[in-house]
C-alpha cells in the first residue's frame, strides 16, 4: 500500500483525511521528493543534532575553490540524496553550463524512483546561488 506522504508530513498533519491508495500517486510522490531534497540539501553538516553529517557543507565552503570544486559538490550532493532520499537510486549529477550573468552554479540531478514498479527516470534542476540556497526544480 503506498503513502502519498512521507511519515515526518504523516506526523506533522496527522489529522489530514487523504486516504491510503493502492496505486502510486506519481504527482504526490515526485512533490515529497522535492520537499525532502529542498530540505536536506538546504541543511548544514552539523546542524541537525540527531545526524550530525545530514546536509551538506556550506556551498561556499566548497565552491572556494572553483571551478576545480565542481566535482566534489557533485560528489557531496549525491551522497548526501543516496544517503538520505531512499525513494531515489542510481543517482547522477552533473553540472550545467550557464549563461547566467549571476554567480550561480547549476546541477541536474538524475535518478530512478525505487518505489515504481516502471523504474520511471527523473530529473531536477538545481541552481547554487551566491548566497548558497540551493533551489530545486522539477
Same mark, same amino acid.
Given at each position: 500500500m503506498y503513502q502519498q506522504r512521507t511519515l515526518f508530513e504523516r506526523l506533522r498533519h496527522?489529522?489530514?483525511?487523504?486516504?491510503?491508495? %493502492?496505486?502510486?500517486?506519481?504527482?504526490? %510522490? %515526485?512533490?515529497?521528493?522535492?520537499?525532502? %531534497?529542498?530540505?536536506?540539501?538546504?541543511? @548544514?553538516?552539523?546542524q541537525a543534532p540527531a545526524q550530525m553529517d545530514?546536509?551538506?557543507?556550506?556551498?561556499?565552503?566548497?565552491?572556494?575553490?572553483?571551478?576545480?570544486?565542481?566535482?566534489?559538490?557533485?560528489?557531496?550532493? @549525491?551522497?548526501c540524496i543516496e544517503k538520505y532520499e531512499p525513494r531515489l537510486r542510481n543517482v547522477q549529477v552533473m553540472q550545467i553550463e550557464s549563461e547566467d550573468t549571476r554567480l550561480v552554479v547549476r546541477f541536474q540531478v538524475s535518478a530512478r524512483l525505487a518505489t515504481t514498479s516502471d523504474n520511471r527516470q527523473i530529473t531536477f534542476s538545481t541552481l547554487i546561488d551566491p548566497s548558497g540556497h540551493i533551489e530545486m526544480t522539477a
Open positions: 496527522p489529522a489530514d483525511t487523504r486516504a491510503h491508495s %493502492l496505486q502510486e500517486d506519481t504527482r504526490a %510522490l %515526485l512533490a515529497s521528493i522535492l520537499r525532502n %531534497l529542498d530540505r536536506m540539501l538546504n541543511m @548544514r553538516t552539523g545530514f546536509g551538506i557543507p556550506p556551498p561556499n565552503e566548497i565552491a572556494a575553490g572553483y571551478p576545480e570544486s565542481i566535482g566534489q559538490i557533485q560528489k557531496i550532493v @549525491r551522497q
